[in-house]
């Protein structure tokens, strides 16, 4: 019986199918639109032009990041920092942590790229040094969680004052009212962090005199400017 029933089933399908065929052959044909259609003419005028190189960051940091470091300032003599030729390796730049072992996960993690940095002594006694910190941002936002924990970490100390950098989203200055003891010197110490893009930015003034606001955020704002 299921076969008799499968049977009748198919023939019905197939009358249906005929059925179907000769009612469309019956019919006047549809006029469908012509496969071609007219040629669209594009507007006349010129293609924009790129971006100069001062407005294209992505050209500007892929660069020598050397070259967007503050220059030393006129009488002032270039100071030793833990790098080569104006660039710091991971390894370097890890050693500059308080731990260092931790400090070299943490920028392996963050998709360190690269670092360029610059030192010098100005005045006899003030030392600054300006780091510049890249990150390949392909997972995370090295740049930015860079910045953040470094406000953090500077923000900790009781002593500290902060000031925000002008033309940064949320760019911080720190001076610190009380003088540190090294090597039997009492140093004063100031710092500033901001990030922009792929690079974050790191600097330091150390003084045996207070050093004033206007010092370290200045400093900060025209380093900021030349990202």
């Known amino acids: ?3 008799l029933l499968l049977g009748a089933a198919a023939l019905g399908l197939i009358a249906g199918l005929c059925a179907g065929y000769q009612i469309q052959a019956g019919r006047e044909p549809t006029q469908l639109p012509p496969l071609s259609q007219p040629r669209l003419e594009q507007t006349a005028g010129e293609a924009s032009a790129p971006l100069p190189v001062a407005r294209d960051r992505k050209v500007k940091t892929d660069g020598d990041l050397r070259r967007l470091l503050l220059k030393k300032p006129d009488g002032a003599r270039a100071a030793e920092f833990p790098g080569e ?3 710091m ?3 370097q730049l890890a050693e500059t942590y ?3 072992a931790g400090g070299y996960g943490w920028l392996l993690e963050a998709e360190f790229r690269r670092a360029a940095a610059v030192a010098w002594i100005e005045g006899g006694t003030r030392s600054v040094e300006v780091r ?4 390949r941002q392909e997972e995370v936002l090295g740049a930015r969680d860079e910045a953040e924990d470094s406000y953090g970490w500077a923000g900790r100390d009781s002593d500290a ?3 925000a950098i002008p033309g940064t989203g949320d760019g911080k200055a720190y001076t610190y009212r009380r003088p540190r003891s090294s090597d039997g010197v009492s140093v004063y110490e100031a710092e500033a962090h901001a990030w922009r893009g792929d690079v974050s930015v790191q600097i330091w003034i150390n ?3 207070p050093i004033p606001k206007k010092a370290i955020v200045d400093l900060a704002k025209r380093q900021m400017e030349r990202l």
């Open 1 to 3: 019986m299921p076969s």
């Open 85 to 87: 030729d104006g660039w």
């Open 89 to 91: 390796s991971l390894a």
């Open 98 to 100: 308080n731990d260092p």
């Open 132 to 135: 510049l910190l890249q990150f």
């Open 161 to 163: 004052e902060s000031w």
């Open 207 to 209: 003084d045996t005199k």
